[in-house]
């Protein structure tokens, strides 16, 4: 039988975050493969599957033993937060299939991504143009991410930050404040999310002025709110439009 592999972003964490499409495609595999994190997210809503946790194992091998599973025959759900297609493994698979000659079927199977769910979080801030972008520099020169955050803020565009902080990269959440702020008031509401829609779900409604990074780290999304942005009873709002009133 020809081999299947499915990139399924099962969303934040929590089972009511899951589409259906995700949990009857990990509900269907012969294995279920991902990042151990994830799997031990997943395991308890489906605790009678074959799993392959993977460990600090790097991407590209765990995306190369995902696909040799499916070249084998086997119908492989690889797991990630999420949305699969955003930050996720959805590309990986698709070149590295490529790159391999895999006679496979692969399908992106879409999740809620984190800047839906701390949106639902924090109020409906994501109301308007919204840019999203990474602060992680492993993949993309810094100066070229500084200069997106430059382009997001002569937008006047919402700005979703994913990978805002680690270990290593303390600063550059910082800079990019330092950047929006040429464009935008201090009293801009900035709204800090950590661990959305999963156990332990922690949040904040702060200003561009005030935000504290000792407040971020990886598991969090920095949203920062357009010109129009307001709080409200600790929501933070972004208006639909720029004319009160209506269209
Ligand atoms: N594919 C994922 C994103 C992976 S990048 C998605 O679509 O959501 C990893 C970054 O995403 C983290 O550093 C953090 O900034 C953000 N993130 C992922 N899940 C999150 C959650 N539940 N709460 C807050 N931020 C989250």
């Not at 765990?62 to 696909?67: E, G, L, Q, T």
């Not at 084998?72 to 000659?101: F, H, N, P, R, T």
């Not at 992680?136 to 937008?155: E, F, H, Y």
Request: glycine residues 10%; contains cysteine; hydrophobic residues 40%.
């Amino acid at each position: 039988m020809r081999g299947r592999l499915h990139v399924v972003g099962f969303g934040p964490g929590g089972k009511e975050h899951m589409t259906f499409k995700a949990a009857e495609v990990i509900q269907n595999a012969d294995v279920v493969t991902g990042y151990t994190a994830y799997v031990n997210m997943v395991k308890p809503y489906f605790p009678d599957k074959e799993y392959k946790a993977t460990g600090m194992m790097r991407e590209v091998e765990r995306c190369r033993m995902a696909i040799e599973d499916a070249m084998s025959g086997k119908d492989v759900a690889m797991i990630s937060s999420g949305d699969s297609g955003i930050y996720g493994m959805a590309g990986i698979i698709y070149q590295l299939a490529e790159e391999m000659g895999a006679d496979i079927d692969i399908d992106t199977v879409p999740g809620m991504t984190a800047a839906s769910t701390a949106a639902s979080v924090l109020g409906a801030p994501l109301m308007h143009d919204l840019a999203i972008i990474s602060l992680s520099d492993l993949m993309t020169p810094l100066d070229l991410i500084m200069k997106r955050v430059d382009c997001a803020g002569q937008g006047d565009m919402i700005v979703c930050l994913y990978n805002p902080k680690s270990k290593t990269r303390t600063t550059y959440l910082d800079q990019a404040r330092n950047i929006l702020l040429k464009y935008r008031s201090p009293d801009t509401p900035v709204g800090i999310v950590r661990d959305a829609g999963r156990e332990g779900e922690w949040s904040k409604v702060t200003t561009l002025g005030g935000m504290d990074p000792d407040d971020v780290d990886m598991f969090t999304i920095v949203i920062i709110g357009n010109s129009q942005t307001y709080e409200s009873n600790g929501r933070m709002i972004t208006p639909r439009g720029y004319k009160v009133g209506g269209e």
